[in-house]
């Protein structure tokens, strides 16, 4: 089971000390980082569950609740497949052309994309409301949590930070607007409807 081994409290304090002190966090989250499937399953989906959670809650408030728990499952889905895509595009920048270790990529942005999307899917869900407005200019925090994740790089370069910086953030903003799209359209849900 998915669920057995994970320790819930080790993800809200990682997702806490990213948020609030990434300076400090960032030396103890790239060491335990390994693999994408570890890091999906030790934190990544647990993530993606409160993320989908969280918007299913909203929506409920809102909407009928058929269209809240598919609204939430697209969320969840939205939330993994727009990590893993990110990790793919900036690793072939980062592995190929800067030589920085896999590990230390999907730490960024594996890491950076969470603290993104959990503000992104809460400001999603409060559609054109000024809460959720407030909600979007928050995802954008994960600059200050990239910035300082770049920083504690073993091979860090400083000519290259707006380089990684630029990669990094388009990959991280875009890839979640764009998978939410897509599902939004492969599934049917009318966008003037949510």
Known sequence: MIFMGVKYRNIYTITKRLFLYPDLAWLEVIKSTDTFKSFLRNYLFAVAMVSGGVVFLI????????????????????????????????????????????????????????IFFIFYSIGQAWNGMFIGQIFMLLSFSFFRTLYQGIKQLENYQPQHLSNVLIVFALAIIFMPMIMNQILRIVFGVSVIHV
């Open 59 to 114: 929506h409920l408030l809102q909407n009928h609740y058929l269209q809240a728990i598919g609204l939430a499952i697209l969320c969840f889905i939205s939330c993994i497949c727009s990590s893993w895509l990110a990790f793919l595009l900036t690793r072939e920048y980062m592995c190929r052309k800067l030589c920085y270790s896999e590990r230390e990529v999907l730490a960024l942005v594996g890491y950076s994309h969470a």
